[in-house]
């Protein structure tokens, strides 16, 4: 509740200890073929040299025959070479799954493993119920066990278990694996975990010392309170009270308009989650263009504007996504039979409707311009000279891109206008094709006079990185390009809430001690409206789970300022704060002065109290 003076009600509070999950009495039915080394299908990408699954006798525990899994280069993504075993049974939505296996790094470009697990429908959307990274660092042999839940129905053949390792070039291998099948007969926290990430916990790592004294420096501001009587001379003793009500930081989440817009008590407490837990947001998908502009389809204009003006009133600032996802598949229906001259005029109309809309235009501090031009490039094409990426002009060319940066600025020349894009640190590969592309991509947008302020990282983790990892692919882009910074999308999508937990503490320590950046947003954060539900921080019936506990604290606990002294023989009292606005309490026997104050740089904040 630390974002100041608000009406807050309380009641039917109750505390339930509901103790352990109760002991596993069901036995798993095993998944055929999945970890049947005889079964299985591989590819791999023969523009970077290809590579081999060979499968030989091992040394594991408990199993004596492996896969040995060699990449000779880096593909666009990673799941450009992959081991596959396609399920033949169906698997049901909330069905509990427990896969088991073994990994170990026998060499590679990175100190680990640069490959993922996930369980997905073998075709179209390729949904999935899984994605882990697997970030072995040793030559010893290391268990993964993953328990989790089918997402959606998947028929009988539609659905496969894979390893994709589309990075390199490296030598790992793979044994012990089983999938085992549950049912309704498990719960997820009956069944044991076992992965973690390289460096979990260290509190003497680098990165992290590095981190807490850059918070220190850059996210505290210092302050004097300077109390004098009515005759201008100082005022000894005066007790002094600074209470931070905001931060100039922004962290907030992705939200719903309906979520904030609707009745009951989800929505209630959809209302007091974001009012009390963030101080920014970003409406997850009403404004992108096929919600905007769509007829009929549960989005609408109306609502959209309702909940821009509730979050306003809320003090709640709102980012803009997306004025362009560029690809057909993003976009409306029926674009992608238009003439590139009837194409630029529809894009330039969605610009125009959208960002000179009565509710939305001047309201929102910025916007995400353009989504994920790695993948999503059918309008613009792709940029040449990128190692793995196929150069293209697309229907419009790539300067077209430019074009749509100059247009946001002339639109909305209020908003700072950013590049979205997604892996450039969540698949381990600093070095990889997308991340390289993105880079390639601001570069390119900046050294033509694009008008853009900033670059957005999605942060959607399979399983967590290494904070190396993080560093090495923030420190490329800050030392390259002044901009602004954000952590855009971020969410860790694991049934380990203990690794989440420990996961978005050490994320959020790092890129707050980073002084570019300016946001951190999850992409949701309750169950029920979570594009991934095991990446929320609130279960279905609201309950915390850690990941929640853990924001908390450091928003409201560690980076939080509450300081109470008085005032020496020169009227003066001073500190250091956490940047942002601080109710300022002088108390001088019976007389008190109140007044609201922004601490966003070194100031003095003068008080008078009138002579007895």
């Known amino acids: 509740m630390g974002l100041g003076r608000r009406p807050t009600n309380w009641g039917g509070i109750e505390w339930k200890n509901l103790g352990p999950a109760p002991p596993l009495s069901a036995k798993g039915e095993r998944v ?4 049947d080394l005889t079964k299985f299908s591989a590819y791999f990408d023969g523009a970077v040299g290809g590579g081999s699954a060979v499968v030989g006798p091992a040394d594991g525990p408990g199993f004596n025959r492996a896969v040995q899994i060699t990449t000779r280069g880096a ?19 909330n069905d509990v799954m427990h896969l088991t296996f073994y990994a170990r790094r026998l060499e590679g470009a990175q100190p680990f493993i640069q490959a993922q697990t996930v369980v997905e429908r073998n075709s179209g959307d390729f949904s999935k119920s899984l994605t882990l990274q697997l970030p072995a660092e040793s030559n010893e042999w290391r268990l993964f066990q993953v328990p989790f839940l089918i997402n959606i129905d998947y028929a009988p053949g539609s659905v496969a278990s894979r390893f994709q390792f589309g990075a390199g070039p490296q030598k790992f291998e793979l044994g012990g694996i089983t999938l085992l099948h549950y049912g309704k007969r498990a719960t997820v926290d009956q069944l044991p975990t076992s992965f973690t990430y390289p460096g979990r916990g260290d509190l003497n790592a680098a990165w992290r010392l590095r981190a807490l004294e850059s918070i220190e420096a850059n996210r505290k501001k210092p302050f004097t309170v300077m109390v004098t009587n009515s005759e201008g001379e100082p005022v000894a003793n005066a007790q002094v009270t600074v209470q931070q009500l905001n931060h100039k930081f922004r962290f907030g989440s992705a939200v719903a308009a309906a979520g904030p817009m609707g009745t009951g008590f989800d929505a209630d407490q959809y209302r007091s989650r974001i009012t009390t837990h963030f101080n920014t947001s970003v409406l997850e998908n009403d404004l992108k263009w096929p919600f905007f502009d769509c007829v009929n389809c549960g989005f609408t204009k109306e609502q959209t504007r309702a909940a821009i003006d509730w979050l306003t009133e809320q003090r709640i600032g709102v980012r803009g996504h997306v004025l362009i996802w560029p690809s057909f598949r993003n976009m409306p229906n029926g674009l992608v039979n238009l003439t590139p001259d009837v194409l630029r005029a529809r894009i330039e109309e969605r610009f125009r409707s959208v960002l000179q809309d009565e509710g939305v235009r001047g309201r929102l501090y910025n916007w995400n311009v353009l989504n994920e031009p790695f993948d999503n490039n059918d309008v613009q094409g792709r940029l040449g000279g990128v190692a793995g990426v196929t150069a293209s002009n697309g229907v419009l060319g790539n300067r077209e891109a430019i074009r749509w940066f100059e247009m946001a600025r002339e639109l909305e020349p209020g908003a700072r206008l950013f590049l979205n894009d997604y892996d450039q640190f969540e698949s381990g590969n600093p070095n990889g094709p997308h991340t390289n592309y993105s880079f390639a991509f601001l570069k390119y947008l900046v050294d033509n006079g694009a008008p853009v302020d900033g670059f957005g990282f999605q942060s959607h983790f399979g399983s967590p990185q290494s904070m190396d990892v993080v560093h090495s692919v923030v420190d490329r882009y800050v030392q390259a390009f002044p901009l602004d910074y954000a952590v855009s999308e971020f969410d860790i ?3 380990d ?4 937990a420990d996961y978005t503490r050490e994320f959020a320590t790092y890129i707050f001690g980073q002084p570019r950046f300016k946001d951190f947003l999850m992409w949701g954060f309750w169950e029920r409206r979570h594009w991934l539900p095991a990446g929320a921080m ?22 939080w300022s509450n ?8 009227g003066a009292y001073q500190g250091r704060v956490f940047a942002g606005r601080y109710q300022v309490t002088v108390r001088v026997g019976d007389q008190v002065r109140t007044s609201i104050e922004p601490i966003i740089r070194e100031r003095v904040i003068r008080v008078v109290i009138p002579k007895d």
């Open 497 to 500: 809430e203990a690794m989440q």
């Open 493 to 495: 999508n694991t049934p």
């Open 75 to 93: 593909s666009a993504s990673i799941f450009g070479a992959a081991l596959s075993w396609n399920i033949d049974r169906a698997l049901a939505r």
């Open 32 to 35: 055929e073929p999945v970890g």
């Open 538 to 559: 609130y279960r279905a019936d609201w309950s915390s789970k850690p990941n929640a506990i853990a924001w908390n604290n450091l928003w409201f606990k560690e980076w």
């Open 563 to 570: 300081l109470l002294g008085r005032t020496g023989a020169d």
